[in-house]
């Protein structure tokens, strides 16, 4: 299968780019300190603990159609809960990152595969989930005071699926806040963040 490209002609390894960003994902997870979990997010109304539960559910929706295995819960209904402590939580989203993986890879041969989005090539799917996992490493590490920016690197790889894929989410279902204004000069990751609704500035509101 070969790789995808963007508007810039960037040629993208979309299993690569999912391993990256789940990569960033744990790394967001397992910097959260016991303490946060109850923090507020660049997420609405969900707190560290939620939008935790709603990257790992969504990792299993994006794939179920391949796995044949429906999320554990509603990803848009996350409980504001752990499995146990943080450790806990981080080994349980790692195994979940390890069956989407697998799951997309298992398609690496095929024309393509069946998603929630509909028939597509197994790499352009991985991309889609590996946006999905990127902003929310990006949710949390923000709402815990991690310093792990979205790099410019992976923003422009994500360019791809985001062009693809998040207008017609936000259009179609909603689920996706408006688009946050950002200056011409801005970074490609703070235009990808407002791409698909977040603040790139966004800080915890003030005790």
């Known amino acids: 299968m070969r790789d995808q490209k963007g508007g810039s002609g960037l040629s993208v390894d979309g299993f690569k780019l999912l391993a990256d960003a789940h990569e960033y994902l744990m790394t967001a997870v397992r910097g959260v300190p016991e303490e946060a979990w109850g923090a507020a997010t660049p997420c609405s109304e969900w707190t560290v603990r939620q939008v935790f539960q709603?990257?790992?559910?969504?990792?299993?929706a994006l794939t179920m159609q391949i796995t044949g295995q429906a999320p554990e819960s509603d990803p848009f209904e996350p409980a504001d809960a752990l499995p146990g402590s943080g450790a806990d939580a981080a080994m349980q989203l790692e195994a979940t990152l390890a069956a989407a993986l697998k799951a997309w890879e298992s398609g690496r041969e095929a024309e393509s595969v069946a998603t929630p989005m509909g028939p597509m090539p197994a790499q352009a799917g991985a991309m889609v989930a590996a946006l999905d996992a990127a902003v929310h490493a990006w949710d949390i590490a923000r709402a815990t005071g991690q310093d792990l920016p979205l790099t410019e690197d992976m923003a422009e790889r994500l360019e791809i699926p985001a062009g693809?894929?998040?207008e017609?989410?936000?259009?179609?279902?909603g689920k996706y806040a408006p688009v946050v204004e950002t200056p011409a000069d801005a970074s490609r990751a703070d235009k990808l963040l407002a791409f698909t609704g977040r603040d790139p500035h966004w800080s915890a509101p003030a005790n």
Do not use: E, G, T, W
Request: overall charge positive; hydrophobic content about 45%.
């Open 54 to 60: 709603h990257a790992r559910l969504d990792q299993q």
């Open 164 to 166: 693809q894929v998040v």
């Open 168 to 173: 017609f989410v936000r259009q179609s279902f």
